[in-house]
């Protein structure tokens, strides 16, 4: 049996999907703060079962019998809570004898635990030290994000403006690190592996330009010096080269190669609300 932590959230329900197509649907647990959000997956035979990061008792109860768990890290930002959190996750599932744990961490957590990456070194410490059978998932940032954010830019004005001096960047799509997490959680030799997962390097004018093409319509790419908001922060790494790294762990894992920013590209258009890039362009 395998146990998906957090299996109400984005990446948590590709896991879970990604588990169908591998195993009977009641060998996977959805463990979840609020079991009536994923009524869908128990209607689809999948154990569900409350579980949540506050509450110890609670993830016992969820993780008992399971043979591995995918502990999803806690989307909370304070990092004492978040680091507690995974605590008494780690603690509950060494506690019902689970025989192996996967976490998702993020890139970079092995090497310092500086800002956003506290709580994951801290994780990962403490699964190191609790002697548990364990795998590490360090993520780069989600595609998903830069190319949502970039083609509503292109519907409202057909300009896409970055801030990151054209460097690369390494995203991944959450549907290809949910493969790897199933990949990992049905298959064997993984424990005692930490995989640094990154998708291929792609730029802005790039973005732009497959934008251009999904869409129809020209997108203009302007460089500025800054952009406001998180993803301005997240065009400073990319402008710093903190965002280029690259392995093959998230190819190997996939057995095959990762998604590309003009694929991602392609099914974001394709699931775009109806109206919603001629909606932009009427407002031209």
Known sequence: MIVVSAASGALGRLVVAALLDRMPADQVVAAVRDPARVADLAARGVVVRRGDYDDPGSLRAAFEGADRLLLISSPELDTRRRTRQHLAAIEAAVAEGVGAIAYTSFLGADRGGDGMNAAHHAT????????????VLRHPFYTDAFVDAGIGAAAESGRLVSAAGGRGLNTATRADLA?????????????????????????????????????GRPVVHEEADAVPGAMGFLMTLARSGALERQTDDLHHLLGRPPTSLRQAVADAVDTCPDGALSEGAESD
């Open 124 to 135: 990962e410490r403490v699964l190191l030290d609790s002697g548990a059978a364990h795998t």
């Open 179 to 215: 493969d790897a997490a199933a990949a990992v959680l049905t298959g064997d030799g993984h424990t005692g592996r930490a995989y640094d997962l990154t998708g291929p390097l792609w730029t802005y004018p790039q973005l732009a330009a497959a934008i251009g093409d999904a869409t």
